[in-house]
């Protein structure tokens, strides 16, 4: 360890003072060196070299630089890059999806392709083949990707790139850290693995309706029906990374075996397949089953009006007796549950007043917008903030 005062602690201070520029150039665009050394107490010299590296890192420019290059007014201001961004992908049932955000949290260029069966070498393929297509539409667009995140739907452990366990996709003990380097080659910061609900509650957080709770639970409808907690603006994972895996609560002690091994699960009444399955709706693909129990609810059908009720009862159960346990008190649900929010809307509610009356308010309850682009705005957004904490990584 290098003492105090060594070349070591000068390096560490200088990396941490280029994040708190970053972060007063984020917080205020068109901030001026100025402005930063008196908001920060650095001195003008300091945040003026500090600067000149972050512009070599490229994840800032000044404003107004024109179209050819030539420079703004001095002092008119120093912005993020929106040319710098991260590749979002998203392992699910029964699509894949890839996005590119930027480094102002836009999301420039989405593709979802419709999942075949298949194990990891296929789906990896599709992904792949996804993957170069709008990596190759940013990089048109003169979009730099310094790296990505990859959602899946199931228990990961990023450190060694494995995904533990996802019963929905049957994979166990799956080794990734091949897949995930061919995802995007050559990009400074690699691919991160996920959780696809973890992804999602804080894409809610970053781009949704998170950022006026603070404090919620977000659940993912899918065929599988994840959870994740965010307290305090900040994604509460648990001891070892699982917490809020609100899809495998128990609402029916003598209900179905669930893919997780237990029985009686809220996925096994209020996922997807279950609800698809109670409403007595079949198709080819989700998209045709999906749009078959749309057109059954618009018409009234009193099999998928019931299986959409059940549902939302069930999923009532689980909110409370979650809600209860880590005191929080709005939620806000995506995936089908935001498609079917109309229908699902009124049992939910009514088993939210029956089982924790006021604990959940009516205005406490949001449904997602952000659709099937939830899980890879989350999971790029995590990989932009972490260059953007340190960007000392991007210079070499
Ligand atoms: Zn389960």
Same mark, same amino acid.
């Given at each position: ?77 120093? %912005? ?7 590749? +979002? ?8 999806? %890839? ?10 260029? @989405? ?6 069966? +298949? ?33 899946? !739907? ?16 049957? /994979? ?11 995802? $995007? ?20 957080? /970053? ?34 990374? @699982? ?16 893919? *997780?091994?237990?029985?009686? *699960? ?5 996922? =997807? ?21 749309? @057109? ?22 689980? $909110? ?22 109309? /229908?699902?809307? !009124?049992?939910?509610? =009514? ?20 659709? =099937? ?24």
């Amino acid at each position: 360890m290098p003492a105090d005062g060594g070349p070591g602690r000068v390096q560490d201070v200088r990396r941490q003072n280029l994040a708190v520029v970053l972060d007063s150039i984020q917080r205020t665009p068109r901030t001026t060196r100025a402005e930063i050394a008196a908001s920060t107490g650095l001195t003008k010299a300091s945040v003026s070299s500090l600067v000149t590296v972050l512009l070599d890192t490229g994840l800032v420019e000044e404003a107004g630089v024109a179209r050819d290059g030539e420079r703004g007014r001095p002092g008119s201001g120093l %912005v993020l890059n929106r040319q710098r961004g991260a590749l +979002g992908a998203e392992i699910n049932v029964d699509y894949l999806a %890839v996005g590119v955000v930027d480094a102002l949290g836009e999301l420039r260029g @989405h593709k979802v392709l419709e999942r075949r069966p +298949g194990g990891l070498d296929v789906v990896f393929g599709d992904l792949q083949e996804l993957a170069r297509a709008v990596a190759g539409e940013a990089k048109a667009a003169g979009i730099e990707l310094l790296g990505g995140g990859l959602a899946v !739907p199931g228990l990961v452990d990023p450190t060694r790139k494995l995904v533990l366990t996802a019963p929905n996709l049957g /994979w166990q003990d799956a080794a990734l850290e091949r897949h995930l380097e061919a995802l $995007l080659p050559d990009s400074p910061l690699g691919v991160v693995l996920s959780n696809e609900a973890n992804s999602a509650a804080l894409a809610e957080l /970053w781009y949704g309706h998170g950022s006026s709770f603070g404090d919620y639970l977000y659940v993912s409808g899918e065929v599988g029906v994840g959870g994740g907690l965010i307290f305090e603006s900040q994604l509460f994972a648990g001891p070892r990374g @699982h917490a809020g895996e609100i899809g495998h609560v128990v609402v029916q002690p003598d209900g179905l075996k669930c893919g *997780c091994g237990g029985r009686g *699960c809220l996925e096994t009444v209020a996922g =997807q397949d279950a609800v698809f399955s109670a409403a007595g709706i079949q198709g080819a693909t989700t998209a045709d089953r999906m749009a078959a129990l749309m @057109h059954a609810l618009r018409t009234g059908a009193p099999d998928a009006v019931r299986a959409v009720e059940r549902a939302g009862h069930f999923l009532g159960i689980a $909110l409370v007796s979650a809600a209860r346990m880590v005191n929080v008190s709005a939620v806000i649900l995506g995936g089908h549950f935001a498609g079917l929010q109309n /229908w699902i809307r !009124p049992s939910l509610r =009514q088993s939210l007043e029956t089982y924790a009356p006021g604990l959940v308010p009516p205005d406490g309850v949001a449904f997602s917008e952000l659709g =099937q682009t939830a899980a890879l705005r989350g999971a790029a957004g995590s990989r932009l903030r972490e260059a953007f904490a340190s960007p000392a990584d991007l210079l070499n």
